[in-house]
């Protein structure tokens, strides 16, 4: 029986020199530039009629993702999360319009899940069994949880300051957690030194394909969400850089399809910490320049982000800018947002907040303007790091 390809994914492109190759095959990063691997559709004659409008998750956009084959699909019900209009936090501010979209609705409490849930889809159409992750917390939650609904196996690399509920859901859902005295940089040594044999495959941020097409669907959903009207400005907590890759490369695809005009694209503004912001250092002045410490928000605690050179290109191309805020504010503004909105918001998402509140003084953000920040998580599994 010839089986039904439901995508339109017909190679994988290398991010530097667009040199293709198979989706056919495993594939991990580009071996000509050593750099991150995107996936390439064919976009002709593909309305808007084509999303699965009875489909609630992310795979209402199947012909826009890599999976193949619909058997393939390990899904948990990730995506098509809320996007809620923040009234109160919006008057604080002297705002009009600004937007949450509120990523703490997926399984496992974070936007990780789109990523997890693709990647390992991918990798049970490729036939891969056995998966490892370095991770600061929430991707590994999202691996082990995905891996334990396909029946494949699971390595979690976390550091060992992470709070306990990473750790707990990981053994729950049976994967092997390591605990590593380091950050996530540590981490990704350790995945290197117990995959010397490559009996694992190593699912690291941009270093496997397709992680970057679940997060993409954050993009679609958010043009959907907002009739096809983009924002005028994106902030995005900034670690491996993922989910901003992913909605720019939605955005292009979807220019490309003619769903959106090319005229509106939304400047990206990435937020780290003032713990670890190899980002903000390599925008302003071309190299990372201060040391990493771990952060409260720990998904943002990243050294050295693979994809630091696609970062930089977006936000450069968006007009966009970088910007670090402080602990001590993401401490206040996940009290903030709870006390204003009754939303618990994850302290990667409350940092967006004080990156608004500078940007609006120093005018780099007008009051204006439709301004969309992600809460990429639930604050509930960080609660030992709120004092
Ligand atoms: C809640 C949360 N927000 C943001 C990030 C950063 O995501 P990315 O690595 O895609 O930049 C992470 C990563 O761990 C996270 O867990
Ligand atoms: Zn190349």
Redesign the pocket.
């Known amino acids: 029986m010839v089986k039904e390809e439901i995508s339109r994914a017909n190679a994988l492109f290398c991010a530097e020199c667009q040199q293709p190759f198979s989706i056919y095959e495993v594939n991990t990063y580009s071996s000509c530039h050593q750099a991150p691997l995107l996936t390439q559709y064919d976009l002709t004659d593909l309305t808007i009629e084509a999303i699965n409008q009875n489909e609630r998750s992310m795979w209402r956009y199947a012909e826009v993702l890599p999976v193949l084959e619909q058997a393939n699909i390990v899904s948990l019900g990730e995506g098509w999360t809320p996007l809620l209009k923040l009234k109160r936090l919006a008057e604080k501010f002297q705002v009009e319009n600004l937007y949450f979209k509120d990523?703490s609705a997926n399984p496992t409490g974070?936007?990780?899940a789109r990523?997890l849930s693709m990647a390992v889809s991918k990798a049970k159409e490729l036939g891969i069994e056995n998966c490892i992750i370095p991770?600061?917390?929430?991707?590994g939650g999202a691996l082990a949880a995905y891996c334990a609904h396909a029946g494949m196996k699971a390595t979690v690399v976390m550091p060992t300051h992470t709070p306990m509920p990473f750790k707990k859901e990981c053994e729950y859902f049976g994967a092997n957690l390591v605990l590593v005295d380091g950050l996530i940089s540590d981490c990704a040594r350790k995945v290197a030194s117990l995959n010397l044999n490559g009996k694992y495959f190593d699912m690291s941020?941009m270093k496997e394909p397709y992680r970057l097409e679940g997060?993409k669907t954050m993009g679609y959903e958010i043009a959907e969400q907002l009739n096809w009207q983009l924002p005028d400005v994106i902030l995005?907590?900034?670690?491996?850089?993922?989910?901003?890759i992913g909605m720019w490369k939605a955005f292009n695809e979807m220019i490309k399809l003619g769903w959106i005009p090319p005229s509106n694209f939304p400047r990206f503004i990435a937020v780290q910490t003032e713990n670890c912001k190899p980002v903000v250092d390599s925008f302003f002045s071309a190299e990372f320049a201060s040391p990493c410490l771990p952060s409260v928000?720990?998904?943002?605690s990243?050294p050295f982000?693979f994809a630091h050179t696609l970062i930089k290109f977006i936000l450069q191309d968006t007009s966009g800018t970088a910007i670090a805020v402080s602990e001590q504010a993401i401490v206040e503004n996940v009290k903030e947002i709870a006390s204003l909105e009754g939303m618990l918001v994850?302290p990667?998402?409350a940092a967006l907040v004080e990156a608004l509140k500078i940007l609006l003084v120093t005018e780099e953000i007008d009051r204006d303007e439709k301004i969309l920040l992600l809460n990429?998580?639930s604050g509930y599994k960080y609660l030992e790091n709120l004092p």
């Open positions: 990523e974070s936007f990780k990523g991770t600061a917390g929430n991707a941020t997060k995005y907590p900034t670690g491996g850089g993922t989910g901003l928000a720990n998904g943002l990243v982000p994850a990667e998402g990429t998580g």
